[in-house]
C-alpha cells in the first residue's frame, strides 16, 4: 500500500453517490478516494454499476445524491470538458482513436499543435512527431515509426497510446474504463504495468474492471459494486487476493448452483464436472459439493 498517498488529501473523492433516473436507482451510496500515486480498483460484474460510476467521475453525469470532491473542494460538473478542465482524463474501452490515422496524428487528436500564424499557420509535424515519440518512449513503448497506422498496433498498445497522451495533455486522475477486457494474458499485462507507471509519475488512476487477478496486483484500494450498490471497499492490507476474488465470483452462489442443477435432474457426470470445475479453482470460496447417493446410483430413466 502506498502509505504516503493516503496521508494527501484525495485528488478525487465520492461521498455516499448515488444516481437515480426517474424511479430507476442505478447507484447508490457509493464512497470511494483516490489520492496521487495511487491505484483504485473498481470492480464489478455487468449491471454492476460500474458505467454509471464512471460516468459521474468524468462529468457526463451529475450524482443526484451525495457529494463529489475534487482537491477537497465540492464540484457539480457539466461535462467532461469541466471534468478535464480540472485533470479528470477517461480512457474509455474502444478507445476514440482513427485506426487508418498514423500513431502521431492519434496522440494528438482534436488537440494538434500548430505553427505559424494567420494564412501561413500549419501543423507542426515534426514536433508533434518527436514529442509523441517521446511521450511513448518514457511509457516504455518504443515504435519504430510513429506515422504508422495506430491500428496496427496490439490491444494493449493502443490501450497505452491512450495512456500517455492523457497524462502529456495534464491529467493528474486517470479514469480507465475495462482496459485489459478484450486482450490476451501478455497484452494485458503490458497494459498493467503502464498503469503502474502512471502510478510512479503521481497520478491518481482509477481502474475499473471485472478480473480481480488483474487489479490485485496494482491496485491499492479495491471497490466492489454489486447491483449499483457497494458490498466492500478494502484497502490492499486488509485482504487477499483470494478474499477479493471469493467476494466477486459468490461462492455462495456457486454451490447453490450445483445444488439447483442436481436438483433438476442434469446429468451426474455434468454435475460432476461443474462440482469439480469450481472445487479445482480454490479462489472461487466453494468447499465439496457432494453429489447425493440417489443420483449417483439411478439410472438416467429413473430419475426424477
Known amino acids: 500500500m502506498n502509505t504516503t498517498a493516503t496521508a494527501e488529501k484525495p485528488l478525487v473523492e465520492l461521498r455516499d453517490a448515488g444516481k437515480r433516473y426517474g424511479n430507476i436507482i442505478a447507484l447508490r451510496d457509493v464512497s470511494l478516494k483516490v489520492a496521487s500515486g495511487e491505484v483504485m480498483c473498481v470492480l464489478g460484474d455487468n449491471g454492476a454499476g460500474k458505467s454509471t460510476l464512471i460516468k459521474i467521475i468524468a462529468g457526463l453525469h451529475q450524482n443526484t445524491e451525495g457529494t463529489y470532491l475534487v482537491d477537497g473542494e465540492a464540484v457539480r460538473f457539466s461535462s467532461p470538458r469541466d471534468a478535464l478542465n480540472r485533470g479528470i482524463a477517461t480512457v474509455y474501452q474502444d478507445l476514440a482513436i482513427a485506426p487508418l490515422m498514423p500513431v502521431w496524428r492519434n496522440f494528438f487528436l482534436g488537440s494538434e499543435i500548430t505553427k505559424g500564424w494567420g494564412p501561413f499557420r500549419r501543423m507542426d509535424v515534426d514536433f508533434m512527431k518527436k514529442t509523441a515519440k517521446q511521450e511513448l518512449l518514457d511509457m516504455g513503448i518504443d515504435l519504430r515509426d510513429v506515422d504508422q497506422p495506430i491500428g496496427t498496433l496490439s490491444g494493449g498498445e493502443r490501450q497505452c497510446v ?16 475495462e482496459p485489459t477486457a478484450a486482450l490476451g494474458v501478455k497484452q494485458s499485462g503490458v497494459v498493467l504495468r503502464y498503469i503502474v507507471q502512471a502510478r510512479d509519475r503521481g497520478l491518481g488512476v482509477i481502474f475499473i474492471s471485472h478480473n480481480p487477478h488483474h487489479a490485485y496486483p496494482v491496485g491499492d484500494r479495491f471497490l466492489l459494486l454489486k447491483r449499483g450498490q457497494s458490498i466492500g471497499y478494502h484497502e490492499k492490507s486488509e485482504i487477499t487476493l483470494e478474499e477479493l476474488t471469493g467476494l466477486m465470483a459468490g461462492g455462495a452462489e456457486l454451490e447453490q448452483l450445483v445444488h439447483e442443477l442436481r436438483q433438476a435432474g442434469t446429468d451426474t457426470d455434468t454435475v460432476r464436472v461443474i462440482r469439480d470445475e469450481i472445487e479445482d479453482d480454490s479462489s472461487a470460496g466453494v468447499g465439496h459439493v457432494p453429489v447425493t447417493e440417489s443420483v449417483q446410483t439411478l439410472p438416467p430413466e429413473e430419475r426424477t
Do not use: M, N, Q, T
Open 162 to 177: 491512450a495512456i500517455a497522451r492523457a497524462v502529456y495533455f495534464g491529467a493528474k486522475v486517470l479514469i480507465l474504463d
